[in-house]
């Protein structure tokens, strides 16, 4: 009878502190009713336009912010939106300073065991960014060049390898980077300045970002983004606490959005239509 005590107080002991511990809610406990209790999900973020970023009046916007704010208003709650360190984005939300991480994010299989990971909305692959005048240099060899990403990112995990090739790309980016100095960024259009500053010979980053970001009419207008290369296809999705049930509410009115009409204008208005998964 002891030993049958003994047992039952360890089992006890154990879920008392799963249930202490960040990401390891129980079944009973309900992240889309602690969202819904608050009245707001605040949705982490770093500037990358076109997904989310400040206009010129100084107004948060882009294709992620407005889907956002269109779903937050679809279930009754209001959107709010911070900036984090993208490297730190999973800590951020075990830790409840977020309920969601909506910026652009690829999906991979680490991210998905980490985290509740929504249906896929939009396609993305990786692009290199350079110098437009040293393009047809820089595709010869990128060996013993300086090579810069976003810490975190896809395009940092290809190429050190963390984040493994999947079938879909034509060669490794690990492999092709390999003679490369890398050095990274700490954001994607940080990874941009660097090249426009000549401290790196070339950025790679999300396709989405690059080719809305650089070349005549932008910041970047001496840069171009080139995608010859397939490193591999990636897709973006919304990333919630593990075992969040909040993942499906927003699948499902994402969902509605897209089949009422709201999603495809928000999306052209990006210039983004092509790219979503419908």
Same mark, same amino acid.
């Given at each position: 009878?002891?030993?049958i005590?003994?047992?039952?107080s $360890?089992?006890?002991?154990?879920?008392?502190l799963a249930?202490?511990l960040?990401g390891?809610a129980?079944?009973?406990d309900?992240?889309?009713k602690?969202?819904?209790d608050k009245?707001?999900?605040i949705?982490?973020?770093?500037q990358?336009p076109?997904m989310?970023?400040y206009?010129?009046?100084?107004k948060? /916007?882009?294709?992620d912010?407005?889907?956002?704010e269109a779903?937050?208003? %679809?279930?009754g709650?209001?959107?709010?939106?911070?900036?984090?360190n993208?490297d730190?984005?999973?800590?951020? *939300?075990?830790?409840?300073?977020i309920?969601?991480?909506w910026?652009?994010?690829c999906?991979?299989?680490?991210? %998905?065991?980490?985290?509740?990971?929504?249906?896929p909305?939009?396609?993305?692959?990786? &692009?290199?960014v350079m110098k437009?005048d040293?393009e047809?240099?820089?595709?010869?060899?990128?060996?013993?060049?300086? *090579?810069?990403?976003?810490?975190?990112?896809?395009? @940092?995990?290809k190429?050190?390898?963390?984040?493994?090739d999947?079938?879909?790309?034509?060669v490794?980016?690990k492999e092709y980077?390999a003679?490369?100095?890398?050095?990274?960024?700490?954001?994607?259009?940080?990874?941009?300045m660097?090249?426009?500053?000549? /401290?790196?010979d $070339?950025a790679?980053?999300?396709? /989405?970002l690059?080719l809305?970001?650089?070349?005549?009419g932008?910041?970047?207008?001496?840069?171009v983004?080139?995608?010859?290369?397939?490193?591999?296809?990636?897709?973006?999705?919304?990333a919630?606490? %593990?075992g969040s049930?909040?993942? &499906?509410?927003?699948?499902?009115?994402?969902?509605a959005?897209?089949?009422?009409?709201?999603?495809?204008p928000?999306?052209?208005k990006?210039?983004? @239509?092509?790219?979503?998964?419908?």
């Amino acid at each position: 009878m002891k030993k049958i005590v003994k047992v039952l107080s $360890m089992v006890l002991a154990l879920v008392m502190l799963a249930a202490l511990l960040p990401g390891c809610a129980s079944k009973a406990d309900s992240d889309y009713k602690y969202i819904k209790d608050k009245g707001t999900m605040i949705i982490g973020i770093t500037q990358y336009p076109p997904m989310n970023f400040y206009d010129d009046s100084g107004k948060l /916007t882009g294709f992620d912010t407005e889907l956002a704010e269109a779903v937050c208003a %679809k279930l009754g709650i209001k959107a709010e939106f911070i900036e984090i360190n993208w490297d730190s984005k999973e800590v951020e *939300l075990n830790s409840k300073n977020i309920d969601c991480i909506w910026n652009g994010m690829c999906i991979t299989e680490e991210r %998905k065991q980490n985290m509740s990971i929504s249906d896929p909305y939009m396609n993305n692959e990786q &692009a290199i960014v350079m110098k437009a005048d040293r393009e047809d240099e820089i595709m010869k060899s990128v060996d013993g060049l300086t *090579l810069t990403a976003e810490a975190g990112s896809t395009g @940092e995990g290809k190429v050190d390898g963390s984040i493994k090739d999947d079938g879909t790309q034509d060669v490794s980016a690990k492999e092709y980077f390999a003679k490369c100095n890398y050095v990274p960024a700490d954001s994607m259009a940080k990874a941009l300045m660097e090249v426009k500053s000549g /401290t790196a010979d $070339m950025a790679i980053v999300d396709a /989405t970002l690059a080719l809305y970001n650089v070349g005549p009419g932008t910041d970047f207008e001496d840069l171009v983004a080139n995608t010859d290369i397939n490193f591999g296809a990636q897709q973006f999705g919304i990333a919630f606490r %593990k075992g969040s049930d909040m993942t &499906a509410k927003v699948n499902d009115a994402i969902k509605a959005l897209s089949n009422d009409g709201t999603v495809s204008p928000i999306a052209a208005k990006y210039g983004l @239509e092509d790219a979503l998964i419908k």
